[in-house]
T-cell receptor, first 111, second 113 residues
Framework: GDSVTQMEGPVTLSEEAFLTINCTYT??????LFWYVQYPGEGLQLLLK?????DKGSNKGFEATYRKETTSFHLEKGSVQVSDSAVYFC??????????FGTGTRLTIIP | DGGITQSPKYLFRKEGQNVTLSCEQN?????MYWYRQDPGQGLRLIYY???????QKGDIAEGYSVSREKKESFPLTVTSAQKNPTAFYLC????????????FGPGTRLTVL
């Protein structure tokens, strides 16, 4: 079945550091890929998505590129801020039936 | 403002009691979903509904029940048969069936004492 593997957390960075959170997936078809963010005590917010190979999703300075050859969708940001502290989830949707999530990566940014 | 509302935010129940979690959306979305989130884990799908009066079991449906009598409402009942009900429950919706992007509500934290 479909699965998503995320970089183990927690991740702690200093403000303005470069961020990478790794995500790889297994799917039988051609899934759409997502990054969601969850702030403490809240629901999930869609951060970005990509629907086909080589697409790049971007939002709020975050980027991720759909790499079919490496089955990856790594999340990157050039300069993180304290307000980026949250839990980040990678997810896939194959044929739009349901989302399959990774276990989440907790990110803490230190001033 | 359009969105998904879940109530209450925190819910406490005694062991052996059934409890119903509310989920309402005014986005005019056809599809709705319930997920469970446990500490350090990703979200797991409990039930989903692609249209009114129809719903399907997800990966962990045992001990839960749902109804979809109205397009905007998808309540989840956690029954006494659910062995470990304490968790964070998230409702989501998408525009129509087979649409990838899901939008989430703020969640309900259920604690069974």
């Amino acid at each position: 079945g479909d699965s998503v593997t995320q970089m183990e957390g927690p991740v702690t960075l200093s403000e303005e550091a470069f961020l990478t959170i790794n995500c790889t997936y297994t799917a039988t078809g051609y899934p759409s890929l997502f990054w969601y963010v969850q702030y403490p005590g809240e629901g999930l917010q869609l951060l970005l998505k990509a629907t086909k190979a080589d697409d790049k999703g971007s939002n709020k300075g975050f980027e991720a590129t759909y790499r079919k050859e490496t089955t990856s969708f790594h999340l990157e940001k050039g300069s993180v801020q304290v307000s980026d502290s949250a839990v980040y989830f990678c997810a896939l949707s194959d044929r739009g039936e349901k989302l399959t999530f990774g276990t989440g990566t907790r990110l803490t940014i230190i001033p | 403002d359009g969105g998904i509302t879940q109530s209450p935010k925190y819910l406490f129940r005694k062991e052996g009691q059934n409890v119903t979690l509310s989920c309402e959306q005014n986005l005019n979305h056809d599809a709705m979903y319930w997920y469970r989130q446990d500490p350090g884990q990703g979200l797991r799908l409990i039930y989903y509904s692609q249209i009114v009066n129809d719903f399907q079991k997800g990966d962990i449906a045992e001990g839960y029940s749902v109804s979809r009598e109205k397009k905007e409402s998808f309540p989840l009942t956690v029954t006494s048969a659910q062995k470990n009900p304490t968790a964070f429950y998230l409702c989501a919706s998408s525009i129509r069936r087979h649409t990838d992007t899901q939008y989430f509500g703020p969640g309900t934290r259920l604690t069974v004492l």
